[in-house]
């Protein structure tokens, strides 16, 4: 089976910008997560999606980020506008089971904010 | 305070050594996952810990979670170059629907 694509891999934006981050999980996977990397830190939580509706987004930073999941297929990320610290590398992952099957990981796509 | 502290942060050792990483937790956890990340990739899942001393092998990595179900550890035997990577422990929190991560223990194997 395909694994979690993540596109870009990377980008490199200035702050106030926009940028956009895609995740396409594993087929038939209802779950997809969003964590986030900052240099130095532990991989934190964002949110999750059970099909197209928002579970729980407790780990979103602020109202700049809006993630959304059309249709419960792939899934959006977006930081309007951005700030310096934003950069890092998130992270997108999608599981069959809620909290009990393993959770498959994309490569991540690296942000960096200038 | 983190959830999970994960120790020792860094770990450089000579291939064949054996070695122990720690996952700790005030908190009891209904399972614990162990993931390996590799640089420009996203975590792999090694293994599930679900009972409270449960002992898991996988080829030279061997996992126990405590009886507690606080804290695990994962225990590499003659460790090799392809060893190296940053283990990370995982649980399960929130009604099932976060999992949390652990800072992560970096462990380079030198040749």
């Known amino acids: 089976e395909a694994g979690v694509t993540q596109f870009p891999s990377h980008s490199v934006i200035e702050k106030g910008q926009t940028v956009t981050l895609r995740c396409d999980p594993i087929?038939?996977?209802?779950?997809l997560y969003w964590y986030r990397r900052v240099m130095g830190k532990e991989i934190k939580f964002l949110l999750h999606?059970?099909?197209?509706?928002?579970?729980?987004e407790s780990g979103m930073p602020n109202n700049r980020f809006l993630a959304e999941r059309t249709g419960g297929t792939y899934s959006t990320l977006k930081v309007q506008p951005a700030e310096l610290e934003d950069s890092g590398v998130y992270f997108c992952?999608?599981?069959?089971?809620?909290?009990?099957?393993?959770?498959?990981f994309g490569n991540g796509t690296r942000l960096t904010v200038t | 305070t983190q959830l999970l502290e994960q120790s020792p942060q860094f770990l450089s050792i000579q291939e064949g050594e054996n070695l122990t990483v720690y996952c700790n937790s005030s908190s009891v956890f209904s399972s614990l996952q162990w993931y390996r990340q590799e640089p420009g990739e996203g975590p792999v899942l090694l293994v599930t810990?679900?009972?409270?001393?449960e002992v898991k092998k996988l080829k030279r990595l061997t996992f126990q979670f405590g009886d507690a179900r606080k804290d695990s550890s994962l225990h590499i035997t003659a460790a090799q170059p392809g060893d190296t990577g940053l283990y990370l422990c995982a649980v399960v929190y929130s009604s099932a629907s976060k999992i949390i991560f652990g800072s992560g223990t970096r462990l380079s194997i030198r040749p």
């Open positions: 810990v679900v009972t409270g001393g």
């Open positions: 087929s038939g996977h209802d779950n």
């Open positions: 992952a999608s599981s069959q089971v809620m909290g009990y099957s393993p959770l498959h």
């Open positions: 999606f059970v099909k197209e509706s928002k579970q729980d």
